[in-house]
């Protein structure tokens, strides 16, 4: 497969590897796929085949064993300090566990990337930044409150508009609803979802509730760190098993 | 990098528990440093004052030469200054004992004969003594018939005898009055010191035979009975000891708490640190490099010690009248606890504890891998 220009990113033949002890694991073991701007893929299976070891090496997070990741139509150098700054300008990362600073609120939580230095704008335009986001997922009026307060999915959606601070080409979340319920996990895959039109990023969502998968463009279903699945045109029992 | 310092600042403001806590240790901590520093000093300078009184600084020698040797005290004091440079030793001044002399004037006609002596920083320069102390003693010293005031005489009481010995010392001005009245050589010792219980005498003796041989050999002298090197300070070993011993406990005691305290600190930062590996995990996770996150760990540690020391500067400041005067009367010492040794001794400690507890739990926080911390449950 090659890498198209108009990819937001791209993994070609990718390899990621663990060494646990004296057993090396191939948690992904040669997949290829893209995701195009504008666009939504889910990332389904089940635990342990290897769904979040693809998303951690589509992130830059985890320099693949092998392979080569293609972010806006160049290769992805080796190297931390430039992977780093790459994911800053380019990649927004949800978490399942928010990873939200409770004592601080939805707003400060939301400058993250200002505080670290990572956003270069000054602080009042980074504060109309943060509340731009904090709009698009429908929480401006809560800004000003901590996030200690608020509900499950209401810390989910800061941690969206977190990761939609410095306006990533690609937002990635892994897991994004596995500690909600179902009513937030609903309300939270549709926002996720609806980012490629909101917030002009594509979006790449680690799932294994198959309710939540079917909101995406693509879905691609991963076992034993290969690709069985791609498609949304899925039977729902396959993409579920 | 100021968006840095900002975010810790606001930290610290929305969870200030733990950096409060912190703030008073320190603050305990360095009032308690400061105060034992200056106990230390006031007890140390106490004690080493009454043994010199007792006992004579401590490794103290006289050096004597022959008058044969026709020299005069200018060239003996540099004679003297060379050898003892030579072994590692200080020049101390010298004295000279005039000849023994009888006064005409009660009490002292009935003493008998008395050796004055003049006591020198350097040729030309008398040694500032606090003449018309005589310790109660009525006296008047004629001679020749000339009668030499108690505001010229100086006789150590008790407690100087250990440094000034039994004898009459007589102010320079009146050398003459002696030396007109009386016929006999006016015999003269150099002071050296070496503050040292090693140091041998015999050495002593032999750098200045050395020096002193030309002189000899024209005066027809033997150099080696041309010297003498005696000790005058009492070796007191055991009470010298206990006087270092003492310094020592007190050093032990002082950068004991400063230690406790910075074990502390950095113990608090290790366990925040770690629980709070998720929050650096997302900062790296985020794009921000290693410096930066140092940077705010430092900054963190750095902010906790100096408001620590500043409160515990404001403390002493305003509690130094009550120390002072508390260890007035108590102790009958003078207490500076801001002085600026002991200010700058506490500034470079908490320091080093500042760079150790900021610098130290960074190690940790860089080499875990951002994803895993992310990805493992938050307690």
């Known amino acids: 497969m090659t890498a198209s220009l108009h990819d937001v990113v791209s993994l070609r033949d990718v390899v990621v590897e663990y060494a646990t002890g004296s057993t090396i694991v191939r948690a992904v073991d040669g997949v290829s796929l893209s995701v195009q701007p504008g666009a939504s893929l889910a990332v389904v299976g089940r635990s342990g085949s290897g769904k979040s070891s693809l998303v951690a090496a589509m992130g830059l997070m985890r320099e693949p064993s092998s392979g080569s990741v293609w972010l806006g139509g160049e290769e992805v150098p080796s190297g931390s300090r430039e992977r780093a700054r790459l994911r800053a300008q380019n990649i927004g990362m949800v978490f399942q566990s928010f990873h939200l600073e409770p004592h601080l609120t939805a707003r400060e939580n939301c400058l993250m990337s200002w505080y670290w230095g990572a956003a270069d704008v000054g602080r009042r335009r980074a504060v109309e930044q943060a509340e731009e986001v904090l709009g698009l997922v429908g929480l401006r009026s809560l800004a000003g409150r901590k996030v200690a307060a608020m509900s499950g999915g209401e810390r989910q959606r800061v941690a969206i508009a977190r990761a939609l601070f410095s306006r990533p080409a690609l937002l990635i979340a892994d897991e994004p609803t596995g500690n909600l319920d179902e009513e937030n996990s609903e309300r939270v895959a549709q926002i996720l979802f609806g980012l490629p039109r909101e917030a002009d990023c594509a979006v790449v969502v680690v799932t294994h509730d198959p309710s939540v998968a079917r909101g995406a463009d693509d879905i691609v279903k991963l076992s034993r760190g290969r690709v069985t699945l791609h498609g949304v045109d899925q039977p729902s029992d396959e993409v579920s098993s | ?379």
């Open chain 2, 1 to 379: 990098m100021s968006s840095v310092v900002r975010l810790v600042v606001l930290l610290a403001r929305r969870s200030p528990l733990r950096p409060l806590s912190l703030v008073i240790l320190t603050a305990i901590a360095t009032v308690v440093f400061v105060l034992v520093s200056d106990l230390s000093r006031v007890s140390q300078e106490g004690l080493d004052q009454a043994i010199v009184a007792e006992n004579g600084v401590y490794g103290s020698f006289v050096v004597t030469l022959d008058s044969g040797l026709g020299l005069t005290a200018g060239a003996e004091s540099a004679l003297v200054g060379q050898a003892a440079r030579a072994v590692g030793v200080e020049q101390r001044g010298y004295f000279e004992d005039m000849p023994s002399t009888r006064s005409e004037c009660p009490p002292f006609q009935a003493v008998g004969d008395q050796v004055l002596r003049l006591l020198w920083d350097a040729p030309g320069k008398p040694t500032a003594l606090p003449f018309g102390s005589v310790d109660g003693v009525d006296t008047q010293w004629c001679i020749g018939g000339q009668t030499i005031p108690d505001s010229a005489l100086f006789y150590p009481s008790d407690s100087q005898r250990g440094l000034y010995q039994d004898r009459l010392y007589l102010a320079v001005a009146y050398r003459e009055v002696i030396l007109l009245a009386t016929q006999g050589p006016v015999r003269r010792g150099y002071f050296v010191v070496s503050r040292s219980d090693a140091t041998n005498p015999d050495d002593i003796a032999r750098a200045v035979q050395a020096r002193v041989a030309p002189f000899a050999e024209l005066m027809g002298l033997d150099p080696a009975g041309a010297v003498q090197v005696a000790r005058s300070s009492r070796d007191a070993q055991l009470v010298r000891a206990a006087s270092s011993g003492i310094a020592i406990v007190y050093n032990v005691i002082r950068w004991g708490v400063l230690l406790l305290a910075g074990i502390a600190l950095l113990s608090f930062q290790l366990v925040a640190t770690r629980q709070r590996a998720w929050f650096y995990g997302l900062a790296r996770a985020l794009g921000t490099g290693g410096p930066r996150i140092v940077l705010a760990l430092v900054v963190e540690v750095v902010g906790i010690v100096t408001i620590g020391a500043t409160v515990a500067f404001i403390l002493l400041v305003l509690a130094s009248a009550q120390i002072e005067s508390f260890a007035s009367q108590a102790f009958q010492v003078k207490a500076r606890p801001l002085a600026a040794a002991n200010l700058g001794t506490t500034a470079v400690g908490l320091a080093v504890i500042a760079v150790a507890a900021g610098l130290l739990p960074t190690i940790g926080v860089l080499r875990r891998d951002p994803l895993e911390v992310l990805e493992a449950p938050r307690d």
